[in-house]
């Protein structure tokens, strides 16, 4: 059983609403105009589309593209969310298409565009949110209700345990970091938290983590595959949700999907989306983002300036990494092997999500009694040229001077809109955000010990590969403890060092005393997996018993140059 | 947006009144008025009085200033051309001046290293990328400035002041940097051309420098053009091997900034980096040479810094390490020559795939 040690006391406490009532959230004025903002959307993505296809053959080959691409997608790959009339919609607009095409290019009214409106539209409809109070507050209560009865019963040993109100969800999830600029900042402009993804419990996660920060309801992009399980559908709709679904990759559904991020940030939404665009599959923190809804975030910003009637203040946005650690992702197995089976070149494996509600449950009781805690880092706000701005919102130069991020917008004395500016800029901003995840990632003990592992064994077999060294029987392996334990200790100095220099964070219970660290990590490395990462054996030594997994667990600490210390 | 306004009647800055700073701000004189920086008061009033820099006539739009803030208020658009061992120390005098706003476009072709304490670049044993940055991640480090640029190619002041036929590059990520700076430097006898490759067209323009002092050695041993040829296409192979390690894009390399400008200087007389290599092969120590010479030769110092690069990322550079072993330590050209006419690796190309 895994021992909680080492841990500092908690000091996570209540923060209050900075909104009292839901009606002032900008998340909830945007549901109430929910069908006013969806024509928005679907007429500024339209013009949006009808720039990028200038001429009339440019736009119905972009169309026919589309509806092609969509049949194929309902062929191959349908989910339970899909709609039913999605079958006979596209094939209406695919009769459209062809009627426009046996008339001469001249006499047909622009009928193009009106197609192009209503695919928009749909598109639209099927990505707004749809937020409601009242089922915001039941999930809220039901999440925290069973989380704490969850937590309660196994860790107050006690009769009655169940009822009991001695932990709370707070004990289990750690806040760390600048929770108090984060909460000034939401009062002074819009936030745009970008978290890194490595499970699909994060979503509910970071909700939860919202609503205990006392801030208003996020709007979220989540990934549609989610919404096939009902137990997700429920929470995240209420919880502010957009649904992005990544099988559509046509030009009108990706325009679509940044208008409507764009225009929700303009409107003040606070937003929330994982800018690695899915799960980290090799469990790595992203080093390349997707740049499509980060663009949104400058471009907002930048419409914000333009504007703003002159004597108002602009609504400024701030951009917040948020890194996620855990001890154990559920879904790992899982997500190795599709990594794996893709930089191995094997044939691709569709995204599947083999746990599904009844999995889910399984894990949060498991999760909720058996220790291994969640620790969530707050990253310091930046604006969306990635600068540093102070708790009033300024944006600050590397040597602490305020300046005006309208500035990057100017040439020419003048506010300009300039597109390939802006996507060198959006550039940039990942580049920091990627900075700013390892900066604020807080390591584990688990994620030492599997690191360590892992390199260990790679160097004693120099001449293997990464698919040769992943072949190798794991009842062979076995890291002697003496060796091992130096290197740990090894690593961890250099972690120490990473710290100073503000490279990287480490959890509290990586200091103390080594040999309870390793075995801290050790028990709690992929904890909930049927083949642990690592464990002790008889003797004492190391050994692993599914190194792909190990390989998972280590991947979390590259990026920082350790290996050569190894 | 607008094609006229106000800050079409606006200066352009230049900072630096060296032989290359001067002949940009020459360029740049045609189109618009001109402050030029320069931190000697005895330069400002020479220019002032006589119109004269250098060797260079300086022309009437030319303002020189030795106040920097003067500078980044009236300018919007800068061109920081100072040797690479100030150019850090300068933008830190400017920076507090500096805004988002403004638009950075440099000429200077050399490399900055920062050392950890105690040591010199003498006494370092090994430099890795942290430690040796252009001069754009300069500005980027140093400033709040993103739009940033750089000037590279065959570009010898002498022959631009003479207004023979040249071209440069103008690089940078923002095609709103090219564009402007196409705008401030065309002329009837100067091509501007643009690259989006910013840090590969600096560390081409660096590297050259390297050959170059090569090149010079050659000359200088009354070596003839086989020769020339043999180094300046070794040298091509060895430029884009480093540059690459470095982060540079190979196509950087091919262009009027790589290949353009080390045919250039490989076969000038002018160079200052060719002359150190002239001098060498002549029998004058590296000592000598730079005490008779009255800017500094960029390619020295990218030698000692390119040479420790390589021995920190085991990179085959076996041009720039033979140098560094006749400039600092006791080769003679000579002995340099026979070594790499019988080093061992003579694949002609593998750099495309």
Known sequence: MPVEVLEKKNKNKQYKPILEGIPDWPVYRLSRNRKEFIEEVAQKSAERIKQLRPTRKQLIDELEATVYREQQRMKRNRWRVDPPDEGKFWSKIKQDLIDLSGKPLDDHNRKEEEILNVIVHRYASEIAGNFKPSSYRFAREMIKFWFSRLLNASRVKKFGGFFRNQYTLRDKIQIVGKVKQLRSLARKGTIVMVPTHFSNLDSILIGWIIHALGLPAFIYGAGLNLFNMKIFAYFMNSLGAYKVDRRKKNLPYLETLKMYSGIAIQRGAHSLFFPGGTRSRSGMIEKMLKLGLLSTTVEAQRNIYLNTPPGEKPQKIFVVPVTLNYHFVLEAPELIDDYLSIKGQDRYLPEQDPHGSWGLVKFMIKFFTKGSNISVSIGRGLDVLGNYVDDEGNSLDVHGRVINTEDYFISNGQLTVDAQRENEYTRMLSQRIVTEYHRINRIFASHLVAFVAFEMWQKKHPKLDLFGLLRLPEEELALDYAEFRKTCKRIRKKIYQLKKEDKANHATHLKGKIDLVIKHGLENVGIFHLKRPLLYNKEGNIITQDLNLLYYYHNRMVGYDLEKFI | ?353
């Open chain 2, 1 to 353: 947006m607008t094609s006229k306004n106000l800050s079409d009647t606006r200066p352009v800055g230049v900072i630096g009144a060296g032989n290359f700073g001067s002949a940009v701000a020459n360029l740049l004189a045609r189109h618009r008025n001109v402050l030029l920086y320069a931190r000697d008061e005895k330069v400002i009033k020479r220019i002032a009085q006589t119109r004269e820099n250098r060797g260079h006539s300086m022309h009437k739009n030319i303002t020189p200033t030795s106040d920097l803030q003067l500078l980044a208020r009236e300018c919007e658009v800068i061109f920081p051309i100072v040797p690479s061992s100030h150019f850090r120390s300068m933008m830190k005098k400017l920076s507090p001046y500096l805004h988002p706003y403004h638009i950075l476009i440099h000429g200077t072709k050399g490399l900055d290293i920062t050392l950890p304490k105690g040591q010199t670049i003498e006494t370092v044993n090994k430099l890795n990328r942290s430690q040796v940055k252009t001069m754009s991640e300069v500005i980027r480090e140093e400033s709040v400035v993103v739009r940033v640029g750089c000037l590279a190619g065959p570009n010898l002041s002498k022959e631009l002041a003479a207004r023979h036929p040249a071209a440069t590059v103008i690089a940078s990520p923002f095609n709103e940097v090219i564009t402007l700076g196409k705008k401030l430097l065309r002329n009837d006898r100067f091509q501007v051309y643009g690259n989006n490759e910013l840090i590969g067209v600096e560390l081409a323009g660096v590297l050259k420098n390297i050959i170059a002092i090569a090149s010079g050695a050659l000359s200088g041993m009354g070596y003839g053009e086989n020769a020339r040829g043999l180094l300046i296409s070794r040298g091509v192979v060895e430029m884009i091997h480093v540059g690459r390690a470095l982060g540079g894009n190979t196509k950087a390399f091919l262009g009027v900034a790589g290949i353009g400008d080390l045919v250039t200087t490989s076969n000038s007389t002018l160079s200052r980096n060719f002359q150190v290599g002239y001098k060498l092969a002549q029998g004058m120590t590296l000592k000598e040479i730079l005490e008779s010479m009255d800017e500094i030769a960029e390619g020295v110092n990218a030698v000692q810094i390119v040479k420790k690069c390589t021995d920190y990322y085991k990179l085959r550079a076996p041009i720039t390490t033979t140098l560094y072993k006749v400039l600092f330590e006791d080769l003679t050209v000579k002995q340099a020559i026979s070594y790499l006419m019988r080093y061992p690796l003579n694949v002609d190309i593998d750099f495309l795939d």
